[in-house]
């Protein structure tokens, strides 16, 4: 079974600065590729990347994502005021598994 | 465009079960997979289970294999998950999301449903 972990648990940037979100499997194998969600008090999660570095529709050419392996990172490149919320990555091993989350909050 | 319509919030006594509904529209029902995802508060998504609309194969997470139940109507667009032998854990939010495979780009969930709040509370 595929574990994930993300740094930091919480991060206090201000808007217009950059953020970097890190995701860590334990293992690489199955399907190889993480997906990220964004996620607002009370809403659903939203889909933001997938297949590791694929913007889905909608979604702001600020937020990118990369990695491979067992290393992968979500970068926002200048923070917008509704950007501030909680993130989750997810993959796939023998079936789909997410992070704990990283809460990005104003400074 | 696509949507996913759940039931609305239950309020259940422990030992009690639960079913949830979910109703897609716009897209075809029997082309994905359906899954069951749920968030107890303050915690990060879990996986229950899913259905093959198609053909209603189910797949459940060793977690609640033997108390959680997912079918689909596919008359209706409907999935439906119901979780049995209720306990205060159990008190969650419970969303249905659309998964999607592809050999490109791996799984993951594109849409997902407002949530139903289930509360197990004696």
Redesign the interface.
Known sequence: EIVLTQSPDTLSLSAGERATLSCRASQSGGSGFLAWYQQKLGQAPRLLIYGTSNRATGIPDRFSGSGSGTDFTLTISRLEPEDFAVYYCQQYGDSPTFGPGTKLDIK | QVQLVQSGAEVKKPGASVRVSCKAFGYTFTSFLM?W?RQAPGQ????MGWINAANGNT?Y?EKFQGRVTISRDTSASTAYMELSSLRSEDTAVY?C?R??Y?I????????????ALVTVSS
């Open positions: 899954n995802v990060r998504p879990e996986w797949k997470s969303y999301a998964l999607v592809n490109l780009t791996g799984y993951y969930f594109d849409y997902w449903g407002q949530g």
